[in-house]
């Protein structure tokens, strides 16, 4: 993995995790009055009830997956890594999904699905919403020369990363 792509994806997956953690705590600890009433006047709080947990998640996967890959020097086939980004930016569009209602009211009823999966497999199975993190963090792996495949010689030469 380049040492740009890196850089870049870690800050920017520290900043979702932080600024997760943050609406998190001022949640959690800030008077039940105060949070009901801004729950119900702002739809950005809204939102981050809806998406902070599930996004924190996503982010300490990634965090983990990119230490990993960086540092134990991991290396993939393309065809892995190419599944492995598809699943987890499928992953991620579905959370995001989740949030439309809160900044859309008038898709709640359509979008209802999304977001209670969202938030049940949020509550129920964490691990799976790291596992999906870290399968982005995998699908930035820089490519295994050895495991180019049969039609190598179509494909650019990925050594070069």
């Not at 870049?8 to 609406?23: D, E, P, R, S, Y």
């Not at 801004?38 to 950005?44: K, Q, R």
């Not at 065809?79 to 499928?90: G, K, N, W």
């Not at 949030?99 to 359509?110: E, Q, S, Y």
Request: with cysteine.
């Amino acid at each position: 993995m380049k040492k740009s792509t890196f850089i870049g994806n870690f800050v920017a997956w520290v900043i979702v995790a932080a600024l997760g953690i943050a609406f998190l705590a001022w949640y959690h600890m800030t008077d039940f009055e105060v949070v009901s009433a801004a729950i119900g006047d702002s739809a950005l709080v809204q939102l981050g009830v809806v998406l902070a947990s599930p996004l924190l998640l996503y982010a300490i996967g990634v965090l983990i997956g990119l230490l990993l890959v960086r540092f134990k020097r991991i290396r993939m086939g393309g065809v892995a890594r190419t599944v492995c980004l598809v699943l987890a930016l499928l992953a991620l569009a579905f959370v995001l999904l989740a949030g439309v209602p809160a900044l859309a009211p008038d898709t709640a009823g359509t979008l209802m699905i999304p977001t209670v999966v969202v938030v049940y497999v949020t509550m129920v199975a964490p691990i799976m919403v790291m596992f999906f993190g870290f399968l982005y963090a995998l699908g930035l792996a820089p490519a295994d020369a050895s495991k180019r495949g049969p039609l190598s010689r179509h494909l650019p030469d990925e050594r070069a990363e």
